[in-house]
């Protein structure tokens, strides 16, 4: 009789520690990381250490650590150009924190989208937040989610606070309610142009240049900008303002790719986000023109004969 069920016996332990292990599998998520830090110190490396401390089975990637020094903007930009490609349950950690040891308040936010970005809140959650949506955002209680034996160090909070939590909460150590308490006061937005159409003539602002080639990507989208008509091959009146100050202004061939017009020309043309955008063919537009980004910087565009 013992010998009888002891297969069954087998079996259920078996099954019991396949669908345990699938459940723990399911809980540990990707983790990403972007920083303003670059990769000449070990400033990166600290933080996926802290990470491997908390689980050695955490799937780590970097975004990027090439965001300018404490260019908050940019790294809002970035992770909302990247996110929606990461899978739903993806971990986002991003430190662009110069406000690193004030008041500024430690931040984990959910998206509608079920992806989590660990920050501080300074304007980094401005672009997921358009276009993810936040359903709730959560302060971290540094009393239980902060390294042991950090409490000394108030300059590396990337590594101290964010990588931890980050790590915990894409490990299932800890569920997005255990991050701390519902953060009630509303995320800090940073303010920009945004794209609209009116009297025949598009604007947006300019919230990034594709920095390897010097081409400037604007936030008019492909909806926006086909309500001026245009059609490949045809003309448009470009103005670039910088402060209200004229930086560029100047007629573009609208086209699909970059070899339609000749070496060294201007032209305008939609990225690969299907947003309108400028270059110069075998050329850096931005070096050219001297045009920059940011949420200071607005493009109109018209279409010409």
């Given at each position: 009789?013992?010998?009888?069920?002891?297969?069954?016996?087998?079996?259920?332990?078996?099954?019991?520690?396949f669908?345990?292990?699938?459940?723990?599998?399911?809980?540990?998520?990707?983790?990403?990381?972007?920083?303003?830090?670059g990769?000449?110190?070990?400033?990166?490396?600290?933080?996926?250490?802290?990470?491997?401390?908390?689980?050695?089975?955490?799937?780590?990637?970097?975004?990027?650590?090439?965001?300018?020094?404490?260019?908050?903007?940019?790294?809002?930009?970035?992770?909302?150009?990247?996110?929606?490609?990461?899978?739903?349950?993806?971990?986002?950690?991003?430190?662009?924190?110069?406000?690193?040891?004030?008041?500024?308040?430690?931040?984990v936010?959910?998206t509608?989208?079920?992806?989590?970005?660990?920050?501080?809140?300074?304007?980094?959650?401005?672009?997921?937040?358009?276009?993810?949506?936040?359903?709730?955002?959560?302060?971290?209680?540094?009393?239980?989610?902060?390294?042991?034996?950090?409490?000394?160090?108030?300059?590396?909070?990337?590594?101290?606070?964010?990588?931890?939590?980050?790590?915990?909460?894409?490990?299932?150590?800890?569920?997005?309610?255990?991050?701390?308490?519902?953060?009630?006061?509303?995320?800090?937005?940073?303010?920009?142009?945004?794209?609209?159409?009116?009297?025949?003539?598009?604007?947006?602002?300019?919230?990034?240049?594709?920095?390897?080639?010097?081409?400037?990507?604007t936030?008019?989208d492909?909806?926006?900008?086909?309500?001026?008509?245009?059609?490949?091959?045809?003309?448009?009146?470009?103005?670039?303002?910088?402060?209200?100050?004229?930086?560029?202004h100047?007629?573009?061939?609208?086209?699909?790719?970059?070899?339609?017009?000749?070496?060294?020309?201007?032209l305008?043309?939609?990225?690969?986000?299907?947003?309108?955008?400028?270059?110069?063919?075998?050329?850096?537009?931005?070096?050219?023109?001297?045009?920059?980004?940011?949420?200071?910087?607005?493009?109109?565009?018209?279409?010409?004969?």
């Amino acid at each position: 009789m013992h010998d009888l069920s002891y297969p069954r016996f087998q079996t259920f332990v078996l099954l019991f520690l396949f669908v345990a292990g699938s459940a723990a599998q399911a809980q540990r998520r990707a983790l990403v990381f972007q920083s303003d830090f670059g990769l000449k110190d070990a400033a990166v490396g600290a933080m996926k250490g802290v990470a491997f401390g908390v689980s050695s089975d955490l799937a780590m990637f970097d975004l990027t650590h090439e965001i300018p020094p404490f260019d908050v903007w940019q790294a809002s930009y970035r992770l909302g150009q990247a996110a929606a490609y990461w899978p739903k349950g993806t971990v986002f950690v991003s430190i662009i924190d110069p406000g690193v040891g004030s008041s500024r308040r430690s931040v984990v936010a959910r998206t509608k989208t079920g992806h989590f970005i660990v920050t501080p809140d300074n304007g980094t959650l401005t672009h997921v937040g358009e276009s993810l949506g936040i359903e709730e955002v959560r302060e971290i209680d540094e009393a239980k989610n902060r390294l042991g034996n950090s409490n000394e160090s108030y300059t590396f909070h990337g590594r101290d606070v964010y990588a931890y939590t980050g790590a915990r909460l894409a490990a299932g150590v800890i569920a997005f309610e255990e991050v701390g308490p519902v953060y009630t006061g509303g995320v800090v937005v940073i303010p920009y142009q945004r794209a609209s159409f009116a009297n025949g003539e598009v604007v947006g602002g300019i919230p990034i240049l594709d920095v390897q080639y010097g081409n400037v990507w604007t936030n008019v989208d492909k909806s926006t900008f086909s309500k001026l008509g245009a059609a490949v091959g045809d003309w448009l009146q470009v103005k670039i303002t910088h402060k209200g100050k004229i930086i560029y202004h100047n007629r573009v061939r609208f086209v699909e790719t970059f070899a339609t017009v000749e070496k060294g020309k201007d032209l305008g043309y939609l990225n690969s986000l299907l947003n309108f955008s400028l270059a110069v063919n075998l050329g850096n537009f931005s070096e050219t023109h001297h045009v920059m980004s940011g949420s200071d910087w607005a493009i109109s565009i018209r279409k010409v004969k």
